[in-house]
């Protein structure tokens, strides 16, 4: 569990619902204006009901192929946001340093290593 050493201290990560549906949970950069929001590592929030009807959630990556953990929104996409629990915040910031130690093992692998691949199967139109 992560501690928090001063009860004052607050990270800027919202619960934000976009106009598409979507639901993010994400660190907003206080470089953000009215028109454009930065979202720093934004995860998205799945939601799964269960059988006995108990709702669970989980985060996976948003946006996954970005060049950069920094996500710009246009704030015109944006429906609505609200502040996390303590506790939702602390399973995003694992869930976001997860997945940005997962980025930094990717860029290890050597990119020709993919592209020698030749299927044997051939192409059927």
């Known amino acids: 569990m992560i501690q ?3 009860d004052e201290f607050e990270l800027p ?8 549906g979507e639901q993010l949970v994400s660190y907003v950069s206080a470089s953000s204006t009215g028109d454009t ?5 934004p995860c ?11 709702l669970t959630y989980y985060f996976t990556r948003y ?3 970005s060049a950069s ?3 710009t929104v246009n ?3 944006i429906v609505s946001y609200t502040d996390v629990t303590r506790d939702v ?4 910031i694992r869930a976001a340093l997860r997945y940005n130690e997962e980025v930094e093992d990717e860029e290890d692998y050597e990119e020709d290593s993919f592209e020698s691949y030749e299927s044997e199967t051939p192409l059927v139109h």
């Open 4 to 6: 928090f050493e001063d």
């Open 89 to 92: 915040q602390e399973k995003y």
């Open 13 to 20: 990560v919202r619960h934000i619902k976009l106009s598409n």
């Open 75 to 77: 704030g015109n996409n």
């Open 63 to 65: 946006m996954p192929l």
């Open 37 to 41: 929001i930065l979202l720093e590592h």
């Open 44 to 54: 998205l929030l799945n939601l799964h009901k269960e059988k006995d009807s108990t």
């Open 69 to 71: 953990g920094i996500i």
